[in-house]
């Protein structure tokens, strides 16, 4: 059974930084590409980062330039760095496998806020 733990979230203010983690057990991401999604109030989950098995990163426009997204296939781990946050990524953020559905297995994400 795999599990996906998300963390690293918090409050922070308009142009600061966080850092995500998700740990996930099993060997999910070792053959999948893996991606960060995010959903805020009253919207839809979309899909911010993924990160193919070869490690290549694409972004949604929205944060292309502010994040980045790695990797540790051996600690199965995935990142995400989020730099010059604004108030609109505010959300709560989950990882999973880039192809993972509304019926897939979810985490139970971590909430980021930004806001002064």
């Known amino acids: 059974q795999v599990q996906l733990v998300e963390s690293g979230g918090g409050l922070v203010q308009p142009g600061g930084s966080l850092r995500l983690s998700c740990a996930a057990s099993g060997s999910i991401f070792a053959f999948n590409a893996a991606g960060w999604f995010r959903q805020a109030p009253g919207k839809q989950r979309e899909l911010v980062a993924r990160?193919?098995?070869?490690?290549?990163?694409t972004y949604a426009d929205s944060v292309k330039g502010r994040f980045a997204i790695s990797r540790n296939s051996a600690k199965n781990t995935v990142y995400l760095q989020m730099n010059s946050l604004k108030t609109e990524d505010t959300a709560v953020y989950y990882c999973?496998?880039?192809?993972?559905?509304?019926?897939?297995?979810w985490g139970q994400g971590t909430q980021v806020t930004v806001s002064s």
């Open positions: 999973n496998k880039n192809s993972a559905g509304v019926d897939d297995y």
């Open positions: 990160i193919s098995l070869g490690g290549v990163p």
